[in-house]
């Protein structure tokens, strides 16, 4: 994979709503292609925000976001959401058509591309997400959630983007379904080489997932690092409103007896348990 | 203490499926009761709850077998209104139960609906915009609001109403994980001061646990297990197999077990898993 350690630059970014709330103050970040992120934080603490300049929604108030070379601000949406998708928390908040493939097709069509194109990309888009073939022409809304957020994904895969920000993927579904989710993506990270931004509040999806993790608070980035680095840090993520998994606090409550407080999951922990008893 | 809600027997099928959505359910209630319902989405959860408040039958349309008596008297026979005084739901999508055009309203909205006085209402409005931290949020619209505010005002909503019953699906889903402690904390101070009797269906354990005094666990419309908190997750290989997924706490004193390393209770706080460590560790050496 080609390393590209600034596809996304964010420098000095500020974000404030049209009503003077401040949503984002002096973010900034580096982002490269192929990174697992995991963007956490407290209910309006900016992460969504934050999403939505990076796909050019929304303009930066102050400072700078370049993508792909290309700066948000003198950028069209169009050419912003070729290399930035984001998936709505919601996926009825995004789905409108009255069928999968019109769904789908909607955002080729709007970029502009050729019949031919968008077809393409539409039956490619179908076939990564596994969406089968009975429900293309079915209502989106006849769909479970879990296959209705599978649509969400295709439409903005569709548009071939580098960067994928799906918003609290797991919401709402049951353990085995957002493992199903969460391996769909870990396999668009490692095998299409996307990079993959998830927002959510589930911490053991965080620590089996995310490769990095940032964490927002009151319009501000507070951590950014590698997971078990962010959550051995409770006491910043105290601050944040966030605690890390429950094995992690397990982990860092016998730290003294040789656990390591950066543990993630079960299987580490275990793996610990036999080195210290052995 | 006495039985809130008896159901015996009972199934629903909807009118439009094949196999009904719940099946042969027995299951008993006591006053002041915190309950935690878990299972695979499409299990029988909501339906089940939809049946404890009339909403099935009153509202759907299926065929029903056995019986279901909240308070000593069957729903079917309740007047139109008169059980959900007494039963409150939140639902899963708080979109659902909004109707009014400020957050405010909303919350009014259900107390005037009962022909509660002016002050009585203010009083009630003030202790759940205190309890759920709503002040900020009154003149806002519901729909501008964020998904996590959105569950606070559902919740507050219900509250208002001081029913006898709560019953909660999965009401945290949207939450920070400092959020979701928030609103386990309301439910643990009506439990404690008002004697409700709550009953939440959850997909995340880790708040439901400490306060749930007894658990419920639904598989393909069938209730498989019901227990007090402790036992029932001591029945972890089961829940495994009926698609549960216990906290990884539980988790990790399970596969410990099934390698012949630990065979005592699986602990269900970190307090608890951290001191049995410690004694494991210090022997072991």
Known sequence: ?278 | MSEVIKITDYSWKYINTKTPAVESINLTVEEGAFIGIIGPNGSGKTTLAYSMDGLIPGQYNGIKKGTVEVFGKEVEEYDRGELQKLVGVVFSDPEAQFTAMTVEDELVFGMENIGLSVPEIQERLDWVTELTDLKNLLEKPPYEISGGQKQRVALAAVLAMMPKILILDEPTSMLDPISRMRIFDVLAKLKKEKNSTIIVIEHSLENLIPLADRMVMMSDGELVLEDETQAFFQKTGFLFEKGAFPPGLIQFFYELNQRNLYNGDYPLTVAEASLKLNEMIKKGK
């Not at chain 1, 909607?106 to 077809?119: A, D, F, K, R, S």
């Open chain 1, 1 to 278: 994979m080609e390393e590209n350690i600034n596809y996304i630059q964010v420098t000095n970014l500020d974000y404030e709503y049209p009503d003077g709330t401040q949503a984002l103050k002096g973010i900034n970040l580096e982002i490269g292609k192929g990174e697992f992120i995991a963007l956490i934080g407290q209910n309006g603490s900016g992460k969504t925000t934050l999403s939505k300049c990076l796909n050019g929604l929304y303009k930066p108030t102050r400072g700078d976001i370049i993508v792909d070379g290309l700066n948000s601000k003198k950028s069209s949406i169009v050419q912003m959401v070729r290399r930035v998708g984001y998936v709505f928390q919601n996926p009825d908040h995004q789905l409108f058509n009255s069928n999968c493939w019109d769904e789908i097709a909607y955002g080729p069509h709007n970029i502009e591309l050729t019949e031919p194109e968008v077809v393409e990309r539409v039956e490619e888009a179908l076939k990564v997400v596994g969406l089968p073939k009975i429900y293309h022409k079915e209502h989106p809304f006849f769909l479970s959630k879990g296959l209705r957020q599978r649509v969400a994904i295709a439409s903005i895969l569709a548009l071939r983007p580098q960067v994928i920000i799906v918003d609290e993927p797991t919401t709402g579904q049951d353990m085995k379904q957002s493992l199903e989710i969460m391996d769909f993506l870990k396999a668009l990270n490692e095998e299409l080489g996307h990079t993959i931004i998830i927002i959510t509040h589930d911490m053991p999806i965080v620590a089996k997932y995310a490769k990095r993790v940032i964490a927002m608070g009151q319009a501000r980035v507070v951590a950014d690092g590698a997971t078990r680095e962010v959550f051995a840090q409770s006491e910043v993520l105290k601050e944040t409103f966030l605690a890390p998994p429950q094995i992690t606090q397990l982990a860092q409550s016998v730290a003294d007896l040789g656990f390591d407080p950066g543990t993630l999951t079960v299987e580490e922990i275990i793996n610990q348990f036999n080195s210290l008893t052995n």
